[in-house]
């Protein structure tokens, strides 16, 4: 059975630093998405990192995959109050999946305060 | 530019009751699924759809059912709501191609009293 975790599940964190989520998975895939939640909204796709060794940066966020190790970490630069939001991984339940299935991490809530 | 679109997007149920929460796609996507997301457990995958005439369970689907008729429709039903139904419901599309952009409608909230 697929288990997503992401660690931490709470950060508050000041504008200015730098910080990383990491998203541990337990089965092998080649895929993982990130996504960001704002109270009471719906989910927007930040990243989808296809192979091993994918980096992707969008202004102050950078994913990164690992799929040797399971791991994908996103990275926080030079953290502004505008990125407080939920963020979650999720990994495709099966091999060559998308849509028709993903397993969602319990999600990292962040605070950015000034 | 619709993307996702879910109805209701608020809805209070009495236990026993039955209901379908609507979802469209505009984008001609094959797949389509249903998820819930609880305080605390991130979302999980109730059913899911690889095109119309095919649909599977995922992790939770005790008390749901779905069809698709069409290839634009995917609707949830509660055939006999429960307080643990209490819910957020997501419905997302995404092309067949492996790696293509997941979307997430806005979502539907769901109280079973």
């Known amino acids: 059975e697929l288990k997503v975790e992401q660690n931490p599940l709470f950060l508050s964190m000041q504008e200015g630093k730098n910080y990383t989520i990491y998203c541990n998975y337990s089965?092998?895939?080649?895929?993982l998405y990130w996504y960001r939640q704002d109270p009471g909204k719906s989910l927007e796709s930040l990243f989808v990192?296809?192979?091993?060794?994918a980096v992707k940066q969008e202004g102050r966020l950078m994913a990164s995959l690992d799929t040797k190790a399971r791991l994908s970490t996103l990275h926080i630069t030079a953290a502004v109050h505008d990125l407080s939001a939920t963020y979650f991984c999720?990994?495709?339940?099966?091999?060559?999946?998308?849509?028709?299935?993903?397993?969602f991490g319990k999600g990292t809530h962040l605070i950015i305060q000034p | 530019n619709a993307g996702v679109t879910q109805t209701p997007k608020f809805q209070v149920l009495k236990t026993g009751q039955s209901m379908t929460l609507q979802c469209a796609q505009d984008?001609?996507?094959?797949?389509m699924s249903w998820y819930r997301q609880d305080p605390g457990m991130g979302l999980r995958l109730i059913h899911y759809s690889v095109g119309a005439g095919i649909t599977d369970q995922g992790e939770v689907p005790n008390g749901y059912n779905v069809s698709r008729s069409t290839t634009e429709d995917f609707p949830l039903r509660l055939l006999s709501a429960a307080p643990s139904q209490t819910s957020v419901y997501f419905c997302?599309?995404?092309?067949?191609?492996?790696?293509?952009?997941?979307?997430f409608g806005e979502g539907s909230w769901l109280t079973v009293v």
């Open positions: 990192l296809l192979s091993n060794g």
């Open positions: 089965t092998t895939s080649d895929r």
């Open positions: 999720a990994v495709p339940r099966y091999s060559g999946g998308g849509a028709d299935g993903l397993t």
């Open positions: 984008m001609n996507h094959e797949y």
């Open positions: 997302a599309s995404s092309a067949s191609s492996p790696g293509n952009t997941i979307y």
